[in-house]
């Protein structure tokens, strides 16, 4: 079966910490692979995504992820967080808009 | 980047009355949007996929005589909670693709809060 789990549902980090959130996927095909982040009112915008090609992929706002096709991973990562970051972050797997999403991960960051 | 509306952003109403919920793509045309439903701390759960002149397709559990989707337009596409329940209190959110492509960005409205009392 086609799932996304994110094994951390919550996340606190100091500003100015490094951040690791974790995504693991089981999917039948070859995954396109998201990171979503949702903040209170807003809708959910797309930090980064992975289809083929480098499996290091950039986004925006300083993330970036790697795709491990052994480990079936698919983790977010951002070298110094911002304040602005405390948000919900979803990982998704899918293709053509249907969209299968992990649970969520909640980051808060502390001063 | 393309915006996509959602409207009301939130709504009370009471159980058995009926709900309408708009999703609007502002500045691009979606032939095939979609409408995800999420429980409070959880994740989003995809319900259909609205066709533009055509029927809905329903995800497996889910009720169409329950959740009328409507895609009037290449720009539109309405979600009815019909005789709504205290169950079916949610955050329902749309989303409309970006291009054709399996990969393209869907960009997701803001989500319409839904309680039923």
């Known amino acids: 079966a086609q799932s996304v789990t994110q094994p951390d549902i919550h996340i606190t980090v100091s500003e100015g910490a490094s951040l690791e959130l974790r995504c693991n996927y089981s999917y039948g095909a070859t995954p396109y692979l998201f990171w979503y982040v949702q903040s209170p009112g807003q809708g959910l915008q797309l930090l980064l995504k992975?289809?083929?090609?480098?499996?290091l992929v950039q986004g925006i706002k300083g993330f970036e992820a790697e795709f491990k096709r052994s480990q079936s991973s698919f983790n977010l990562r951002k070298p110094s967080v911002h304040w602005s970051d405390a948000a919900e972050y979803f990982c998704?797997?899918?293709?053509?808009?249907?969209?299968?999403f992990g649970q969520g991960t909640t980051l808060q960051v502390k001063p | 980047g393309a915006v996509v509306s959602q409207h009301p952003s939130r709504v009370i109403c009471k159980s058995g009355t009926s709900v309408k919920i708009e999703c609007r793509s502002l500045?691009?045309?979606?032939?095939?949007m979609f409408w995800y439903r999420q429980f409070p701390k959880q994740s989003l759960m995809l319900m259909a996929t609205s066709n533009e002149g055509s029927k809905a397709t329903y995800e497996q559990g889910v009720e169409k005589d329950k959740f009328l989707i409507n895609h009037a337009s290449l720009t539109l596409s309405t979600l009815t909670v019909t005789s709504a329940h205290p169950e079916d209190s949610s955050f329902y959110i749309c989303s409309a693709p970006g291009g054709s492509g399996p990969s393209d960005e869907q960009y997701f409205g803001p989500g319409t809060r839904l309680t039923v009392t």
């Open positions: 500045d691009f045309q979606a032939t095939t």
């Open positions: 992975y289809f083929s090609g480098d499996t």
């Open positions: 998704a797997v899918g293709a053509n808009g249907k969209l299968i």
